[in-house]
C-alpha cells in the first residue's frame, strides 16, 4: 500500500521498521508487494466470473499472459505511490497529492480518451505512464489475442517505468532512513 510508508512515519513506527535485521530494499519490496497479489488475483477472478461468466463475454487471450502484464503493472503503480509517499509527510498531503497525478494518468491513459485525438506532445509525454502501455496491452490480450511477441515491448516499457519509480522511492527512503537515524 503506498500510504503504508506515511502510517508508519505518523504515529513513529517508522522508527521500530529500521530496527529490524532489513535493508531500505527489502522494506520497499515488501511494500510493493504487499496488496499487489490481493489485487491480481481479485482481478483474475473478476475477469473469469463476471465477464465470462455472468456477461458471457469471450475473452481472445491468455489469462496467464494479462496477470504477468497486470502484475508488472502492479508494480509500477505501486512504486509511483510509494514513491509519492516518500513526498509526502501526512496522509492529507498525500491524499492532495496522488489524487490529482493518478486521476491524470488514468484519464489520458488513452482508456477513456483515444491517444489519437491528442496533442502530438501529450500522446508523448504520456508514453511515460504505465497506465497508457497497460490499457494498449490489456486491449491486445483480451479483446485481440495478442501475444508476448506482439507485447513485449509494452512489457519492457511497464517495467523500465516502475524501476524508475522504484530507484526514485528507494533514494528517497534511504534519505528517510538518514534523516531519522
Do not use: C
Not at 133 to 143: P, R
Amino acid at each position: 500500500d503506498d500510504r503504508s510508508f506515511i502510517r508508519e512515519r505518523e504515529p513513529g513506527t517508522l522508527e521500530h521498521l529500521l530496527t529490524l535485521p532489513l535493508g531500505p530494499f527489502e522494506v520497499v519490496a515488501a511494500k510493493l508487494w504487499a496488496n499487489g497479489l490481493l489485487v491480481l488475483a481479485a482481478a483474475l477472478l473478476s475477469l473469469e466470473a463476471v465477464v465470462r461468466g455472468v456477461l458471457g463475454v469471450p475473452i481472445a487471450g491468455s489469462l496467464l499472459l494479462f496477470a504477468f502484464g497486470a502484475g508488472i503493472y502492479l508494480l509500477a503503480v505501486t512504486a509511483l505511490g510509494v514513491m509519492l509517499s516518500t513526498v509526502a509527510t501526512t496522509m492529507p498531503r498525500f491524499g492532495l497529492l496522488s489524487i490529482p497525478v493518478f486521476v491524470i494518468l488514468n484519464l489520458l491513459s488513452g482508456g477513456f480518451t483515444p491517444l489519437e485525438s491528442m496533442p502530438r506532445w501529450l500522446q508523448l509525454l504520456v508514453q511515460l505512464s504505465p497506465t497508457t502501455h497497460l490499457v494498449a496491452f490489456a486491449q491486445g490480450v483480451l479483446f485481440r489475442g495478442a501475444g508476448l511477441d506482439i507485447l513485449g515491448p509494452r512489457l519492457l516499457a511497464m517495467a523500465a517505468i516502475g524501476t524508475g519509480f522504484a530507484s526514485l522511492a528507494l533514494l528517497r527512503f534511504r534519505r528517510t532512513i538518514a534523516a531519522v537515524v
